[in-house]
Antibody, heavy 128, light 106 residues
């Protein structure tokens, strides 16, 4: 059973960079056919997709966050990470890492199934 | 970018009722539509993937249908533990979530 666990600071100062890591157990981030994603949820609001990285290294970001987001994989540690730069109070949210299966990727697009694996979520507050 | 809408935004139904939630994509997404259930304070749980594929362990009272741009999630025989918010998500081109439907038990 694949399990995910987010880690990182719960408090970040405005204008600084938010960095979170998702540790994967019971499976491998290098396993073919999978993708790994970050999702956040503002207080009392719906789910917002941030971005994802596929097993082959294709990376897709939410257009509204693209200029500030980086997602990467550390295969040696079986982890994937999120960095979000120049944070403001609007970035205060619960951040989830999640994983799922890809159907296939072709011509610059990946067709995916849903995220079957989720971390418990980590609260990140942006405040001075 | 593909936009997702859901209706209704909330509903209240009795135990045993049949409940239907509708999700619409702003453009064609084939079968790449997923449904999630989220209880307060918990991570979302994948119920249905690829429009109609029930995830292992999910009760059979949940079902999904649709293709292209219009999709539905049906709960046949609502149970108290189904009180939650339900989200659709397209995974045809990147990912986009719908705004959610809150389901309460009368």
């Amino acid at each position: 059973q694949v399990q995910l666990q987010e880690s990182g600071p719960g408090l970040v100062k405005p204008s600084q960079t938010l960095s979170l890591t998702c540790s994967v157990s019971g499976g491998s981030v290098s396993r073919g056919g999978n993708y790994w994603t970050w999702i956040r949820q503002h207080p009392g609001k719906g789910l917002e997709w941030i971005g994802y990285i596929s097993d082959s290294g294709n990376i897709y970001y939410n257009a509204s966050l693209r200029s500030r987001v980086t997602i990467s994989v550390d295969r040696s540690k079986n982890q994937f990470s999120l960095t979000l730069s120049s944070v403001t109070a609007a970035d205060t949210a619960v951040y989830y890492c999640a994983g799922g299966a890809l159907h296939y990727c072709a011509t610059g697009n990946c067709y995916a199934y849903g995220q079957a694996y989720w971390g418990q979520g980590t609260q990140v507050t942006v405040a001075s | 970018d593909i936009q997702m809408t859901q209706s209704p935004s909330s509903l209240s139904a009795s135990v045993g009722d049949r409940v239907t939630i509708t999700c619409r994509a702003s453009q064609y997404i084939s079968k790449y539509l997923n449904w999630y259930q989220q209880e307060p304070g918990k991570a979302p749980k994948l119920l249905i993937s690829a429009a109609s594929s029930l995830q292992s362990g999910v009760p059979s009272r949940f079902s999904g249908s649709g293709y292209g741009t219009d999709f539905t999630l049906t709960i046949s025989g609502l149970q108290p533990e189904d009180s939650a918010t339900y989200y659709c998500q397209q995974s045809h081109s990147s990912l986009t979530f719908g705004p959610g439907t809150k389901v309460d038990i009368k």
